[in-house]
């Protein structure tokens, strides 16, 4: 995975590389402001029954990666698209002007 902020558009660019996956075995949900990408690749059955395997080299993985979203963004503003093999992500980074602030002590009664 791959993550990047365009200052100017001010998007930000989640690229996955998801070789022989398609589309309908990714998933991409969004919950408590976090978006999360997994996919799983299948096991393919292109051998006659009766054959007995005797080598497998291929591999046949699954992932899942968790992305915090910024505060703001909503589901709407979230698109997604795959070609070639790469599913691109992207979504506003809604930055904001304030300062941050100092952090804040908390006392113990």
Known sequence: MDVRENTDTKLITATFEVPDVSKDDV???????????SAETKHADDFDKSDRLAVRERQFE???????????????????????????VTFP????????????RISIS
Do not use: C, N, Q
């Not at 998933?27 to 990408?37: A, F, P």
């Not at 990666?65 to 997604?80: Q, S, Y």
């Open 62 to 88: 699954s992932f899942t990666r968790t992305l915090v979203l910024p505060p703001g963004v909503t589901d709407d503003e979230i698109k997604a698209k795959m070609a070639g093999g790469v599913l691109t």
């Open 27 to 37: 998933k991409i949900e969004v919950h408590h402001g976090k978006i999360t990408v």
């Open 93 to 104: 980074s809604k930055h904001t002007a304030k300062p941050e602030e100092p952090p804040r």
